[in-house]
């Protein structure tokens, strides 16, 4: 059942009228519905990487004013994108599983399919208590000098690294604990983490953005410049809570996601607060992983969700992961 109580079509003509008084007039024949809305924000190629609730969304917050009249049709519009989502809705009720990794299993893929581009987000929530370990929580390529990884560090702290697909450059991101606002991971105690990124040559068009417990962690390190902006994914092996060396995850974990391709931040590289929501509760619990699917259209390229019967099992088909090792059920949720 949709949220709305009018149509999509009714609320659409309403907001291209409008927009056309700014002056973006419409041509259904040459221009489809999410490119029109990209031009309308000024960005005439985000709908080849923003779906058209992020692109909703950031009309709602450029126009707010001059629009002011048509917020509740936009917000109608973004309801119905996450209309049908079966049990939990925007997370309420939602009740996440967890499974509990031992330093022995982890998933692997030779091949991976995915866009190759600027843009790279991973969404997990975790609980680890063992110190002096350094999980690896996904890398690329590992028999290649780590082309790309995210991992936890054994300061505690959250460190990605980035390699050019050309080896020529690196970036390496990395929060310490006595960075303000930082957060231990390794506590006895959930945290939700999400590392979201646009890539670019250009160091005034980079931007790293990451949350844990909802909390932007704002002292960043980045080593070095990108010399080609693009994170490389497609047609390469990754492995996930195992970097191949003996840096194997060890804690519980859930509703862990990669989204490769789509562009999460705004105009001035800002995660907005109504994506935050689309993956953690304002009270910092798992949203249902199908509403952020919902959404953007997508599960990602990784999508990884249950307890220990479903959770390798990727959400995204096109890349199938083999697990090695069976994970047990973890004892407690993020959702608890």
Known sequence: MSYLTEQPEALRRDLIAALEGEGFSYNSLRTNWTEYLATALGQPNAYLFKSEGQLLT????????????????????????????GAGGGGGGYQAKAVTFDGSQYLDIASLTATNNAFCTTVFFVRQEEQGTAPILWVVDPANAYREYLGLTTANSVQIRFVDSDFQGFQVFSSEPDDPGFIDLRDGHWHSVVFVTRNSTLASERAFKVFVDRTEITNIDLNSDSTNGTWSFDGTPMTLFADTFGDNFVGDIA??????????????????????NLFVTADNKPVDPSVATAFLGTPGMVLLSGDASTFGINQNTDNELTLHGTPANASTSPSD
């Open 58 to 85: 950031e009309l709602d917050a450029a126009y707010g004013g001059s629009l002011s009249h048509l917020r509740v049709s936009i917000a109608h519009l973004v309801d119905d994108l996450v209309a049908n989502i």
């Open 255 to 276: 509703d862990y996601r990669i989204i490769s391709g789509i562009d999460l931040l705004d105009v001035d590289g800002n995660l907005p607060e109504a994506t935050l």
